[in-house]
């Protein structure tokens, strides 16, 4: 009988131990992932300031609210094991590709890398929705700054003589904003210095990526049918906003250079709401007939300028259009878009799915 007491106790005992370790196991594995970065592939700077006399504690909670961490108490944890005595107050410069131990070294030996501001300049965007990131980065007056990207002299002055691919096409008369779809999308990056940045140069950062992206497609260009870089991007900020993916950009793209070879209006919604300067989520009859020179429901051809910043897909798009017969196309909600080469088999898609743009407005 005790003899079978001492197994039953035994295993116990080994059950006990099994569990320890697998739960010390566990637990590790799980401390030890919570000290690698959070997101590899994100390299975009969060800037954070570490105030004097902040605790380690303190420090910990900074940088899970930054996202930076992914715990608080595990950073406490490293960097008390690790005998984080001393670090240096100040203003840094992180991101999420960085380790916990990578975090606290910098943290230790004050390697402020710079602040870095952003101005995210997003496909479609327009100018006046641009220079509000650039007025908040810079700390510049937004008013001003669209006061000057509206002036023909400065935009001739500070712009068209560095950048040969702006002609005179941009001073043509109704255009809202000369440089409208000429400042590239992208994610801007500017070190902060002891001179305060500029509006000259985030927007010639834009313009360099232009330029870049233009010679890239030199030769297309030279040999397009619409005749110039500007009636390219006006096309391609067009295309911009009707279909998110490549396929059916290139498909819209046919669509339209079908309908100026038999002048027939482009009749594109997003025409319409940069017409008038503002985001419209349904369009209404006197939308569709405020004449404006973007409007293309009251006046043939392309727009007079660019609608917006289009994406490097959006211009080769316009470059290499799929060609068709179809002169005519209509985007579901849900993105799926049809396309008819009669008006009987566009009316048809129409009041098959005209409900659902209702429904979502």
Same mark, same amino acid.
């Given at each position: ?29 799980? #401390? ?8 590899? +592939? ?11 006399? =902040?605790?380690?504690?303190? !420090? =910990? ?63 479609? !965007? ?36 560095? #950048?040969?691919? $702006? ?11 000369? $440089? ?15 001179? /305060?940045?500029?509006?000259? +140069?985030?927007?010639?950062?834009? $313009? ?35 279909? /998110? ?18 002048? !027939?209006?482009?009749?594109?919604? /997003? ?49 290499? /259009? ?35 743009? =209702?429904?979502?407005?």
């Amino acid at each position: 009988m005790k003899k079978k007491h001492w197994r039953i106790f035994a295993a116990a005992v080994i059950l006990l131990f099994a569990l320890t370790a697998g739960a010390a196991w566990g637990f590790n594995r799980y #401390y030890t992932r919570l000290l690698t970065p959070i997101n590899k +592939q994100n390299d975009r700077p969060i800037t954070i300031t570490i105030p004097s006399g =902040a605790s380690v504690r303190d !420090m =910990a909670q900074i940088l899970e609210k930054k996202g930076l961490v992914r715990k608080a108490w595990a950073f406490e944890f490293y960097a008390r094991w690790n005998h984080l005595n001393t670090y240096r107050s100040g203003t840094y410069s992180f991101n999420q590709t960085m380790s916990v131990g990578q975090l606290m070294n910098n943290l230790k030996n004050g390697a402020h890398r710079g602040i870095i501001v952003l101005v995210d300049v997003r496909q479609g !965007m327009w100018v006046s929705e641009v220079a509000a990131q650039m007025a908040n980065a810079a700390k510049l007056d937004k008013p001003d700054v669209l006061k000057k990207l509206k002036d023909h002299h400065y935009v001739n002055d500070h712009y068209v003589k560095k #950048y040969p691919f $702006l002609t005179n096409e941009i001073f043509q008369k109704g255009i809202e904003y000369p $440089l409208e779809g000429y400042l590239a999308p992208g994610i801007y990056r500017f070190k902060k210095g002891k001179s /305060p940045l500029t509006l000259d +140069q985030m927007v010639n950062k834009m $313009l360099d990526k232009t330029a870049q992206r233009l010679h890239s497609y030199s030769g297309e260009i030279k040999t397009n049918k619409l005749g110039s870089v500007h009636k390219i991007l006006t096309m391609a900020s067009l295309i911009e906003q009707e279909a /998110p993916d490549q396929k059916n950009r290139e498909k819209i793209a046919g669509v339209f250079y079908n309908r100026l070879d038999l002048d !027939m209006r482009l009749q594109t919604d /997003p025409s319409i709401a940069y017409g008038q300067q503002r985001r419209i989520r349904a369009y209404t009859k006197k939308d569709l007939k405020t004449d404006t020179p973007y409007n293309t429901y009251t006046r043939s051809g392309l727009t007079v300028g660019p609608i917006g910043a289009p994406a490097l897909d959006a211009i080769e798009a316009v470059l290499r /259009p799929i060609k068709s017969k179809n002169v005519y196309f209509y985007a579901r909600p849900n993105g799926k878009v049809y396309y008819s080469q009669t008006y009987k088999q566009h009316q048809e898609v129409i009041a098959k799915y005209r409900h659902e743009w =209702a429904e979502k407005s």
